[in-house]
């Protein structure tokens, strides 16, 4: 559908992770456990988000996202989101980047479920840049990048029509569909049912742009009114107030795509695995285009912070030690290699890759079973990095 | 009026997509036919009138070739001729075109779509079966695809390109299929809110184009020279076919409308939005004094839902059922 989603997955996404990671380092601070796994200092913490917040914002990496192309599979974006994690001296173990993108990914959702006007998707997204603005506005030279980005961004999405936005949204729905992992500050703040679905409210100001509804009016041939009359909505609604700032700064009106999460209660950022199953659940073998499409973008994130594991910070982000091991060690077997190995060879991951996709380019059209067993071949030699 | 009927379970969830069900009553058979689009799928459930039977049936979208990603399905939607009923499926790839019960696939369309993606998105959206024996498609460049299609066979042509619209098709309505004479009986809409009224034939004529308001036309109906249709602002407005002339605007929704649907033999007009609602209305059109009424008679809230399909099961309008996002049944209601 949309080619356009995916540099607004990625700020939206990865805003949320900078939001989740700034309030689990700050918690880690107040913790009472001073063992060796790390004691986060005020300095470490900024260093982890201008170095996430670098790369993510990189003229190489956001040129990539630009291009118009098609949003690819859950799969696709958790890699590529580990490797941005890990461009910072953070280790996340699989269990901890699952959950943490379980978070993101269901806060997004929320957001992108909720937006009154399909257009506010990009107040949602200037919001999470305000604030990535202030986690780095003690580092100039990334601040600026950001900056560079929203201008972009303004230049590249402004002229698009409500009707394309409702498109780039419904690509976005369908990104997210089935996916129903229950939250517990969203469960609390009652945004989101026990059975993980959102609530909707049937009050409120409608979207700017938009009527209350309850009228009824008939014209006659030269447009003037000749009756009116109301119905009963069934809701409580009231007039849309003012539009939000779509400028580089300004008052963006809407609160979709704030920080939600305080420092004070870390277990707002814990979820619960739903019932249902998730749709990721099933190996996906990556398509051909899918594949080019992840070496071209890891191969255009920086590499400068590559750091060695001595040097680097283990974070256990949501429970204790034992629990994340146990999780680590339940999860996919192969998963976790794949991970955890291409967070510490990222350059000769980004390399492979990409000659993987350049040997794919070379071959010529195949037969279905010849096709997918080049596929298996695929996935083995990933997974073998 | 109405109350809740069991609901029928699809093996997928609904995908946010405009018009997201589409119905199809075979009365010899004492069976409905329903399609709900999920992703790259489309689910088909028949469920006979008795409640007891319900058998499934998923189609897949076409691949040109294995190696590109999967191409995602835009609509789904029953086109009725004299002769014949087909299910036509559009999607980001090309339009396939299958036999009612989507046993068998009849003809498969291709779009023109760029070696590498490009900002405009590509993909056809927009189905109707309008007169003896066409299918007009819409596509994302804003031109409709007009298909001859013969009394039985797979011999299905691409007729005629209508390129009026500058802005992506969003739905397309018809009436007067078969017998029936109509000055008008083909109207198109496109993201942009602009709609165009046209006469079918060997070559369409245009007679009439309706600008918009910038504001996206998601859904439109025709009915008795009139035009009904629904808009992203949550407004429904009703124009006269031929002289473009607005006769009504209902502030129907607070949010963007997703689906409408008539029952052309009561005159009951139903409304779907992301709001949660389904609204039912009554049209009276009286062609004489060009006049047109519109009462509003009833009221569904489907409680945490974003609808994205409303239809009736019958030209009665007795019966209709709703599919909303990520939601993986239909739900049904009937009059009291």
Redesign the interface.
């Known amino acids: ?4 989603t995916l540099p607004l997955v990625f700020i939206n996404l990865g805003g949320e992770m900078l939001y989740i990671l700034d309030q689990r380092l700050q918690a880690q601070n107040t913790s009472v456990d001073n063992s060796e796994k790390g004691v986060w200092s005020e300095n470490d913490r900024k260093r982890v988000m201008s170095d996430i917040v670098g790369t993510m914002f990189s003229k190489a990496f956001m040129d990539e996202l630009l ?4 949003l ?1 599979s859950h799969r696709t974006m958790k890699t590529v989101l580990t490797r941005l994690a890990h461009t910072s001296i953070m280790r996340l173990n699989p269990a901890s980047m699952e959950k943490l993108y379980e978070l993101m990914v269901m806060a997004f959702k929320y957001q992108v ?1 909720l937006c ?3 257009k506010d998707l990009l107040l949602i997204t200037y919001n999470h840049m305000d604030a990535i603005r202030e986690f780095v506005r003690d580092t100039p030279a990334v601040a600026n990048q950001v900056d560079e980005t929203h201008r972009k961004l303004i230049e590249v999405y402004s002229p698009l ?4 936005f ?2 780039l ?3 976005l ?2 990104f997210f ?2 996916m ?1 992992v229950r939250v517990s500050l969203f469960l609390k703040n009652q945004i989101q ?1 026990p059975n993980g ?4 409210t ?1 009050s409120g100001p ?2 700017h ?11 006659d ?1 030269k ?1 003037r009114e000749v009756s009116r009359h109301e ?5 409580s ?1 009231s007039s849309a107030v003012r539009e939000g700032s779509f400028d580089l700064h300004g008052d963006r009106v809407l609160r979709l795509g704030v920080n939600m999460y305080t420092m004070n209660y870390p277990e707002e950022t814990h979820t619960s695995r739903n019932i249902c199953a998730q749709p990721d659940d099933v190996p996906n073998l990556l ?4 594949l080019n499409l992840l070496a071209r973008i890891m191969g255009s994130m920086k590499t400068e912070h590559v750091h060695s594991a001595e040097g680097s910070f283990r974070l256990n982000l949501f429970a204790s030690d034992q629990e994340e091991e146990e999780a680590g060690s339940s999860g996919g077997a192969r998963d976790f290699e794949v991970i955890n190995i291409q967070a510490m060879q990222d350059e000769q991951a980004a390399a492979e890759l990409a000659r993987i996709a350049g040997q794919f380019a070379e071959e010529e ?1 195949r037969h ?1 079973e010849q ?2 067993s080049k596929g298996d071949e695929l996935l083995a030699m990933m997974d073998d990095l | 009026m109405f109350h809740k009927e069991k609901n029928i379970q699809i093996k ?2 609904a ?3 405009y018009n997201n069900l589409s119905v199809l009553r075979i009365a010899p058979r004492r069976l409905t036919y329903f399609t709900v689009v ?2 790259n799928v489309v689910n088909m459930v028949s469920a006979s009138w008795d409640g007891l039977n319900y058998s499934h049936r998923q189609l897949q979208s076409k691949e040109p ?6 191409s ?1 399905i ?1 609509q789904a939607a029953f086109c009725v001729l004299p002769s014949r009923e087909l299910l036509v499926v559009t999607s ?1 790839k090309g339009i396939q075109m299958y036999e009612s019960d989507g046993s068998i696939m009849v003809y498969w369309h291709a779009l023109d779509t760029p070696e ?6 590509v ?1 056809a959206r927009g189905i109707a079966a309008v007169s003896e024996n066409y299918v007009c498609v819409g596509v994302s460049s804003g031109a409709i695809l007009v298909f001859d299609v013969p009394s039985k066979g797979s011999n299905i042509t691409l007729s005629e390109v209508l390129e009026e619209h500058k ?2 098709i ?1 739905d397309i309505a018809s009436e007067c299929s078969g017998s029936q004479e109509c000055v008008a009986n083909l109207v198109t809409v ?3 809110g602009s709609l165009c009224v046209w006469k079918s034939g060997e070559e369409f004529q245009l007679l009439n184009k309706i600008g918009g308001f ?3 036309c ?1 859904s439109v109906k025709l009915w008795k020279g009139t035009v009904v249709a629904g808009y ?4 429904i407005r009703i124009y006269e076919a031929v002289t473009g ?12 409308i997703y689906s409408l649907d008539i029952a052309p033999f009561s005159g009951l007009l139903l409304s779907a939005a992301e ?3 389904v609204r039912v209305w009554h049209l009276s059109v009286t062609p004489e004094t ?1 006049s ?3 009462a ?1 008679l009833h ?1 569904e ?1 489907v ?4 609808i994205c399909g409303a239809k009736f099961c019958d030209g009665d309008g007795y019966a209709f059922a709703v599919t909303g ?2 939601l993986s049944e239909i739900i049904r209601y009937t009059q009291t």
């Open positions: 559908m949309s080619t356009r291009k118009p192309q098609q690819y479920y009154p006007r399909p029509s409500e009707g394309e409702q498109l949204r419904q690509t729905l369908v569909q089935d129903h049912k679905r959102f609530t909707l049937m409608v979207p742009g938009g009527e209350v509804p309850g009228l009824i009016r008939l014209l041939v447009g119905f009963p909505s069934g809701g609604y398509a051909k285009e899918e059209v279905e096709s997918s | 997928n969830s995908s946010a997509l999920h992703a070739n294995v190696a590109t990603s999967t995602l835009m980001q590498t993606p490009t900002a405009q998105a993909f802005e992506s969003t496109d993201d942009g910038d504001i996206s998601s992203g602002s949550g407004q002339i607005l006769q009504s605007e209902i502030n129907a929704h607070a949010r963007w709001d949660s609602y060009n047109v009424e519109v509003h009221n809230c409680t945490d839902t974003q996002y990520d």
